[in-house]
């Protein structure tokens, strides 16, 4: 039995259905869904190409033009690998840019091929309109619970042992601090746009509208949060957790030296990807070096080297406890203590990870 094409958007991605996006390369760049695939129809050349005989001419040499350029070998290539994302994904549908020419042209080589395939209608610009929509929506009709605290606390870990909630940095891909980048980079706006509002959309299917945070500042590296969830998050309720200094020094040495060390050298190999991550801790301490001021800085600077020539002399990591312990009380602890008096109103419990976690899961998130 033949599958209709769909604009039941929001089932899409509920149930987490496989796309296969036909659009170009630098479009698929330029935003797309979560898990969708891009097999394109044309190449950007090839599809550049065909816009020029489009604006030159008029669409029937536009299209004339296309088929020349995507035909005999090539076209089967793109055919084949439709065709294997198909039988991958049997329940899947394709688009492209507005649900028209394209995916039209693409269906009709797969029905070709033996294989009917439905196709989204009004394609990636009706789904990304649907999505921001619905964003702006679920954000106005959710009730957020913020869980924050000193840096190095066990937030993101809090927020990963809860069902009802939406991890923000792991869809930013990044850790939410000037040391928070990882060893690959961040999705684009669009790219973190479309998976938080997948993420509040599939959350409000199951009936979840309370809903908790980790407590951000309004750009999580390079991706910014809506606007109306950072003036909504401005007001919610806050848990607040409290963690040791000797505990919350190991949690910053495994993830921004252990872990982000491990990044880079899976990325470049062992002694490139030292090189790299030296450098980059080196770097996001330059980065405060106006807050912290000249001799903080040149101090903690000169402990971090230390600690990076001992770890690659010897392979220990004592003596970054050293900058790491200096910068949270330092810098990071006093300015998250002048936060935690603005919102001292709006804290609803307190405690250590532990307890923080158990609340919450006893409150439904």
């Given at each position: 039995m033949t599958r209709p094409d769909t604009e039941d958007f929001a089932s899409l991605f509920t149930r987490e259905v496989a796309l296969l996006d036909v659009r170009a390369p630098i479009e698929f760049e330029q935003g797309a869904f979560p898990g969708a695939s891009n097999l394109p129809l044309m190449t950007d050349d090839e599809r550049h190409q065909v816009g020029l005989r489009y604006k030159q001419v008029n669409q029937e040499a536009a299209i004339k033009l296309g088929h020349e350029l995507v035909s005999g070998?090539?076209?089967?290539?793109?055919?084949?690998?439709?065709?294997?994302?198909?039988?991958?994904?049997?329940?899947?549908?394709?688009?492209?840019?507005?649900?028209?020419?394209?995916?039209?042209?693409?269906?009709?080589?797969?029905?070709?091929?033996?294989?009917?395939?439905?196709?989204?209608?009004?394609?990636?610009?009706?789904?990304?309109?649907?999505?921001?929509?619905?964003?702006?929506?679920?954000?106005?009709?959710?009730?957020?619970?913020?869980?924050?605290?000193?840096?190095?606390?066990?937030?993101?870990?809090?927020?990963?042992?809860?069902?009802?909630?939406?991890?923000?940095?792991?869809?930013?891909?990044?850790?939410?601090?000037?040391?928070?980048?990882?060893?690959?980079?961040?999705?684009?706006?669009?790219?973190?746009?479309?998976?938080?509002?997948?993420?509040?959309?599939?959350?409000?299917?199951?009936?979840?509208?309370?809903?908790?945070?980790?407590?951000?500042?309004?750009?999580?590296?390079?991706?910014?949060?809506?606007?109306?969830?950072?003036?909504?998050?401005?007001?919610?309720?806050?848990?607040?957790?409290?963690?040791?200094?000797?505990?919350?020094?190991?949690?910053?040495?495994?993830?921004?030296?252990?872990?982000?060390?491990?990044?880079?050298?899976?990325?470049?190999?062992?002694?490139?990807?030292?090189?790299?991550?030296?450098?980059?801790l080196l770097e996001s301490l330059q980065n405060l070096v106006k807050r912290l001021g000249g001799e903080r800085h040149a101090r903690l600077a000169a402990a971090m080297q230390a600690a990076l020539d001992e770890q690659q002399s010897t392979g220990t990591l004592d003596l970054h406890r050293e900058w790491i312990r200096s910068l949270l009380s330092e810098y990071y602890d006093p300015m998250y203590e002048h936060q935690r008096e603005s919102k001292r109103s709006r804290v609803i419990f307190s405690g250590d990870r532990a307890a923080v976690t158990e609340y919450l899961l006893d409150k439904g998130f």
């Amino acid at each position: 039995m033949t599958r209709p094409d769909t604009e039941d958007f929001a089932s899409l991605f509920t149930r987490e259905v496989a796309l296969l996006d036909v659009r170009a390369p630098i479009e698929f760049e330029q935003g797309a869904f979560p898990g969708a695939s891009n097999l394109p129809l044309m190449t950007d050349d090839e599809r550049h190409q065909v816009g020029l005989r489009y604006k030159q001419v008029n669409q029937e040499a536009a299209i004339k033009l296309g088929h020349e350029l995507v035909s005999g070998d090539i076209k089967a290539v793109r055919v084949a690998q439709w065709k294997a994302f198909a039988q991958a994904h049997p329940e899947g549908y394709l688009y492209c840019f507005r649900g028209g020419l394209r995916s039209r042209i693409s269906q009709s080589w797969l029905a070709e091929a033996g294989i009917e395939y439905p196709r989204v209608v009004g394609g990636y610009k009706a789904m990304r309109t649907f999505l921001l929509e619905s964003l702006t929506q679920h954000i106005d009709e959710s009730d957020f619970v913020l869980v924050s605290g000193l840096t190095g606390s066990g937030k993101t870990e809090v927020v990963q042992a809860l069902s009802a909630t939406v991890d923000l940095e792991k869809l930013a891909h990044h850790r939410g601090s000037s040391f928070g980048k990882h060893a690959t980079d961040q999705p684009v706006q669009i790219n973190f746009d479309n998976s938080l509002a997948i993420a509040l959309l599939r959350l409000h299917a199951q009936g979840k509208t309370r809903i908790a945070l980790e407590d951000e500042s309004r750009m999580i590296g390079r991706c910014a949060l809506p606007i109306s969830l950072r003036d909504k998050m401005q007001t919610s309720s806050v848990v607040w957790l409290e963690e040791p200094m000797p505990v919350r020094v190991e949690r910053i040495l495994h993830d921004y030296v252990e872990d982000l060390g491990a990044q880079f050298s899976v990325k470049l190999g062992a002694e490139a990807g030292f090189d790299a991550f030296s450098a980059r801790l080196l770097e996001s301490l330059q980065n405060l070096v106006k807050r912290l001021g000249g001799e903080r800085h040149a101090r903690l600077a000169a402990a971090m080297q230390a600690a990076l020539d001992e770890q690659q002399s010897t392979g220990t990591l004592d003596l970054h406890r050293e900058w790491i312990r200096s910068l949270l009380s330092e810098y990071y602890d006093p300015m998250y203590e002048h936060q935690r008096e603005s919102k001292r109103s709006r804290v609803i419990f307190s405690g250590d990870r532990a307890a923080v976690t158990e609340y919450l899961l006893d409150k439904g998130f």
